[in-house]
């Protein structure tokens, strides 16, 4: 049996685009949007739900995207990082990332401003410990940690009004 027999169709929304795509039943949202759709912007690094970089948003809800198979997204709204920018505008996570200089070689810089934005979101995150707690799950190999959450506590903060 070839590998083409397993490949099944599925439609998936990504970015307010709609994708018709052939996959494998096993294959990762993870692997679909980089090796099918060349949304690169999404990382793989452990591929194993241990470091965050491949942190997508489902339904505006921060996940990893290692770990859902893709043919389980159908019907649902996928933002990644190349569909966060509105009109050519920088989302204001983005915008501050660059001003605050929250990254060096910025591997994980995508998986941490869908993390950040999908704690907006879910209005989750009530002082800076509980922020460093939520966005724990995102490693940063280069340690920008100090700057990524001046933006966190910046951003989450004033988005609950507490600033
Ligand atoms: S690549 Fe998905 S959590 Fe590391
Ligand atoms: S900026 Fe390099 S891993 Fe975070």
Redesign the pocket.
Known sequence: MTEEVHKGKIELSINGKQYNLEIRPWSTL?DVLRDQLNLTGT?????????????VLIEGKAI????ALANMQQGKEITTIEGLEKNGDLHPVQRDFIEKDAFQCGYCTSGQILSMVGLMNMEKGNSPEEIRDLMS?NICRCGAYSNIYKVAEKLILKNKGDE
């Open positions: 993870l990382k793989k690094g452990c591929d194993h739900g241990q470091c965050g970089a491949c942190t990893n995207s290692c770990l799950g």
